[in-house]
Nanobody, 127 residues
């Protein structure tokens, strides 16, 4: 079992930056692939980025590839999402998720393959 807690959300003006953290508790964080998703009001939850257990495999949604950076520190049991050049349409609840199986380009965005989810953190980008 892995418990995930996101932090770092808040209100930021358009064009600004924000860094999210996802602290994992439980066993063997380094065995889990990690990902970030978001859900805006009235919209489906969407994939943003994923990182393999070792950190060597990284996958992004095309919509955020140029602006967001995913990383992890296995010694700190933490995954990160650095978001730059934020836009009002980035306003959403941001979730981190963990999966036991290795990631691939095809599987990284597949939500049902992530067994563990955090409670989410709100990001609001003002225009």
């Amino acid at each position: 079992q892995v418990q995930l807690v996101e932090s770092g959300g808040g209100l930021v003006p358009a064009g600004g930056s924000l860094g999210l953290s996802c602290l994992a508790s439980g066993r063997a964080f380094s065995n889990y692939g990690m990902a970030w998703f978001r859900q805006a009001p009235g919209k489906q939850r969407e994939f943003l980025a994923a990182i393999s257990s070792s950190g060597t495999g990284i996958y992004y949604a095309d919509s955020v590839r140029a602006r967001f950076t995913i990383s992890r520190d296995n010694a700190k049991n933490t995954a990160y999402l650095q978001m730059n050049s934020l836009k009002p349409e980035d306003t959403a609840v941001y979730y981190c998720a963990a999966r036991r199986f290795e990631l691939s380009t095809a599987s990284a965005p597949v939500q049902v393959q992530y067994a563990f989810w955090g409670q989410g953190t709100q990001v609001t980008v003002s225009s």
